[in-house]
């Protein structure tokens, strides 16, 4: 069974940083785009970071210049590296990737379950 698991968040003050990680686990053989979302209470779920297969990178304008992603392709792993935090940023935040699975082989895409990023005083 194909799953994205992420990892890292937690509660964290006003400027500081987490590090959140998805790992991407099952018959997978080819993973496409990914990206980071995140949807905050009463609102849309939002687009933070993606990256193309070929590692193109997009953010929010909200987030350019604080945060990070990367891809390792080898490990089938993404990372988002949140500096500078802001209590804006509290959301639970969801690894999503389109991935080459199964047998027979299908081309869907995957959500993970989501971890909390809460920033705080």
């Known amino acids: 069974q194909v799953q994205l698991v992420e990892s890292g968040g937690g509660l964290v003050q006003p400027g500081g940083s987490l590090r959140l990680s998805c790992a991407a686990s099952?018959?997978?053989?080819?993973?496409?785009?990914m990206g980071w979302y995140r949807q905050a209470p009463g609102k849309q779920r939002e687009l933070v970071a993606g990256?193309?297969?070929?590692?193109?990178?997009n953010y929010a304008d909200s987030v350019k210049g604080r945060f990070t992603a990367s891809r390792d392709n080898t490990k089938n792993t993404m990372t988002l590296q949140m500096n500078s935090l802001k209590p804006g940023d509290t959301a639970v935040y969801y690894c999503?990737?389109?991935?080459?699975?199964?047998?027979?082989?299908?081309?869907?895409?995957?959500w993970g379950q989501g971890t909390q990023v809460t920033v705080s005083a």
């Open positions: 099952g018959n997978i053989y080819t993973i496409y785009a």
């Open positions: 999503h990737a389109e991935m080459l699975s199964g047998s027979p082989q299908r081309r869907e895409w995957y």
């Open positions: 990256i193309t297969s070929g590692g193109n990178i």
